[in-house]
């Protein structure tokens, strides 16, 4: 059977209004699109237990929605419900599988990875994360996990199986758990939710809230086309395009030996650049911005980017970390590991030493610039593809040959030229370009991909221009490109060498 977990309500009689019952309560929800019910009465006898029980099964059936029962296995047998919901100290799931058997529903109460993938192994059928918030409908034993805590749950699960959040979600924190937990192909496949909906006056009104913000957020998760390389290029091409057309605002955190360099690759593009470090204005930056690009060269102002990304991810918008010099210093390997921890990054991009060492693959930084992949490309394929699995994110690691991966696949820009490695900052302007990309691009790998190309190609053309001598004069060319790409988008059909590599052969 195929469950539809999306609006699981879950029942509390002490909380429904006096002027109603809990019965009309369950059914104006279910009018209002309630996908799943269980039956939660904590101060219930076996006897009142039951018959409530089949009076809530005889709803759902007319409603066509499952019924779980919480906790009690009989209950659930006498009643003939579809199945039980069990916490970490109520009835091991082994035994509960043995006693209601392979087809009814077991969903198992997890906090974190270890709970998450016991329950897995031992054949739950889906997971309740939590509490995510403080919620005074139950007394918590263990801290709130957050949206943070949810998302790491969901990436380190061994085997992907339905999952629902709970604990003090409404209406109003809905779509910022569900979008902000979300991380690669893993998001939540539904919200769980006692009071929001049992103690509201208007049940069905609240439960269409919540069924059109799921809805909005179920489209957001439609698996990206698996598509070609030639079709890579072809979006990034229509990518260029609509980064002039729409001009998207990206703000950067930045560093200030490249920040004039950044801005300017941003407006070449057509896209505005806004350099604010200010705490005060992250707020509302963010209500209007598009992108947000972290770049860790000078390293100040750390909690400001960590507040930046959080706001950004809040509002639904990319955020892109240069993890510059990462590896290099002590300081900076605890800052990586803090963003790392704190933030939803969609993209992390940087040097061979960078990506290496992140991804505890033997690379080092010397200052600011990478030091060696002596692993070659296995190597860097290795990198990118666990990097951004782990992380749920696309990772780039720029060299000679630019290595893109969101985890499931890996491509290989082979463009550019020599001479961005001896002008300073050429990577983070490569990270400024990603960020504009990413503001316009709705799958964070091509939107990579497509910036990678962008920049690589304009490095190309830089260095065909007469006038180019030298780094001096490079550095402006490759400004220039950038602006000649952004008025004639095709030059990157003509231009591209993208391949890909294919997972399964180098794992
Ligand atoms: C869907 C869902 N997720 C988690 C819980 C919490 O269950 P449990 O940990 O057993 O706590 P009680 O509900 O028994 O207080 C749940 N009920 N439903
Ligand atoms: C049963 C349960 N388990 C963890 S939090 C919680 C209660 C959630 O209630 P609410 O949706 O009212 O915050």
């Known amino acids: 059977m195929k469950v539809d977990y999306s609006l699981y309500l879950v029942t509390d009689s002490s909380l429904v209004p006096k002027n109603t019952t809990l019965l009309a309560q369950i059914e104006s929800a279910l009018q209002g699109g309630t996908t799943i019910v269980q039956l939660r009465e904590k101060e219930l006898e076996t006897g009142p237990f039951i018959a409530l029980g089949l009076q809530v099964k005889a709803l759902t059936q007319r409603y066509h929605v499952p019924l779980i029962i919480n906790d009690r296995l009989d209950v659930a047998q006498a009643i003939d419900a579809d199945g039980v919901h069990i916490g970490q100290d109520d009835m091991p799931l082994v035994q509960a599988r043995k006693i209601l058997g392979p087809t009814k529903i077991i969903g198992v109460s997890v906090y974190n990875q270890k709970e998450a993938n016991d329950a897995i192994a031992?054949?739950?059928?889906?997971?309740?994360?939590?509490?995510?918030?403080?919620?005074?409908?139950?007394?918590?034993?263990?801290?709130?996990?957050?949206?943070?805590?949810?998302?790491?749950?969901?990436?380190?699960?061994?085997?992907?199986?339905?999952?629902?959040?709970?604990?003090?979600?409404?209406?109003?924190?809905?779509?910022e758990l569900m979008i902000g937990s979300a991380s690669g192909t893993r998001h939540l496949d539904g919200l769980a939710i006692v009071s929001a909906i049992i103690a509201s006056s208007d049940p069905k009104q609240t439960c269409q809230a919540f069924s059109g913000l799921l809805n909005n957020v179920f489209g957001s998760f439609e698996p990206p086309i698996a598509l070609d390389t030639s079709s890579i290029v072809e979006k990034s091409i229509k990518l260029v395009d609509l980064l002039k057309q729409t001009g998207p605002m990206v703000h950067h955190i930045t560093n200030y030996v490249v920040i004039n360099d950044n801005a300017n690759a941003t407006l070449a593009l057509g896209a505005s650049p806004i350099m604010s470090t200010n705490t005060e204005e992250i707020d509302d930056l963010a209500a209007v911005n598009d992108a947000l690009l972290l770049n860790m060269g000078t390293l100040n102002d750390i909690d400001a980017m960590i507040l930046a990304a959080q706001t950004n991810t809040r509002h639904g918008h990319p955020v892109v970390l240069d993890p510059v010099g990462a590896g290099a210093t002590q300081f900076r390997k605890d800052t990586v590991a803090r963003f790392l921890k704190e933030c939803n990054l969609s993209v992390i991009k940087g040097n061979g030493g960078e990506i290496l060492s992140m991804a505890n693959r033997g690379g080092r930084s010397r200052g600011?610039?990478?030091?060696?992949?002596?692993?070659?490309?296995?190597?860097?394929?290795?990198?990118?593809?666990?990097?951004?699995?782990?992380?749920?994110?696309?990772v780039v690691m720029t060299g000679p040959m630019d290595y893109i991966s969101d985890g499931t696949r890996v491509f290989v820009v082979e463009n550019g030229h020599p001479m961005m490695a001896l002008i300073t900052g050429s990577g983070c302007m490569a990270s400024s370009v990603v960020a504009c990309f990413q503001a316009v691009s709705e799958d964070p790998l091509i939107g990579a991909v497509a910036g990678m190309l962008t920049i690589t190609i304009a490095s190309e053309l830089a260095m065909k221009r007469p006038e180019v001598k030298g780094p001096g004069t490079f550095r402006a060319a490759l400004l220039d490109e950038l602006y000649t790409i952004s008025n004639s988008p095709e030059l990157i059909r003509t231009h591209a060498r993208l391949r890909e590599i294919p997972l399964a052969r180098s794992n």
């Open 368 to 394: 600011v610039d990478s030091v060696g992949n002596n692993g070659g490309e296995a190597n860097a394929v290795l990198a990118v593809s666990e990097l951004a699995k782990n992380n749920g994110c696309v």
């Open 122 to 175: 031992n054949g739950a059928d889906y997971l309740g994360i939590g509490a995510v918030w403080d919620t005074s409908t139950k007394k918590i034993k263990r801290s709130p996990l957050g949206i943070q805590g949810v998302q790491d749950v969901l990436r380190l699960m061994d085997v992907p199986i339905p999952t629902v959040a709970i604990g003090g979600i409404h209406v109003s924190n809905a779509q």
